[in-house]
């Protein structure tokens, strides 16, 4: 059974920069998308970046094209996504999920999440 815990969260001003990781284990196959979402107060839960281990395709959510970068270490199984130029819109819990599937030309994060994990808050004060 696949786990995923994620850390790096906190509090930060705007403008500041945030690195959260997802940790992975038990993942039994090889193709997969695994990528961030996030929920904001009073609102639904969006995926913001996945990326795809078929062909390294990535999508990102046009609000944080440019600010935010997903990235893996497949040695440490472990997912990051770099946060640059916070906003308070940002401020939401993030979550790491997974779905196993071949993806190519990662174009959406994938609905039907195989697993997801605990989240962690990001705050993003004015």
């Known amino acids: 059974e696949v786990q995923l815990v994620e850390s790096g969260g906190g509090l930060v001003q705007a403008g500041g920069s945030l690195r959260l990781s997802c940790v992975a284990s038990g993942i039994t196959f090889d193709d997969y998308a695994i990528g961030w979402f996030r929920q904001a107060p009073g609102k639904e839960r969006e995926g913001i970046t996945c990326?795809?281990?078929?062909?390294?395709?990535?999508y990102y959510e046009e609000s944080v094209k440019g600010r935010f970068t997903i990235s893996t270490d497949n040695a440490r199984n472990t997912v990051y996504l770099q946060m640059n130029s916070l906003e308070p819109e940002d401020t939401a819990v993030y979550y790491c999920?997974?779905?196993?599937?071949?993806?190519?030309?990662?174009?959406?994060?994938?609905?039907?999440?195989?697993?997801w994990g605990q989240g962690t808050l990001v705050t993003v004060s004015s």
């Open positions: 999920a997974i779905k196993y599937a071949l993806f190519y030309g990662l174009a959406f994060c994938p609905e039907g999440l195989d697993a």
């Open positions: 990326i795809s281990t078929s062909d390294n395709s990535a």
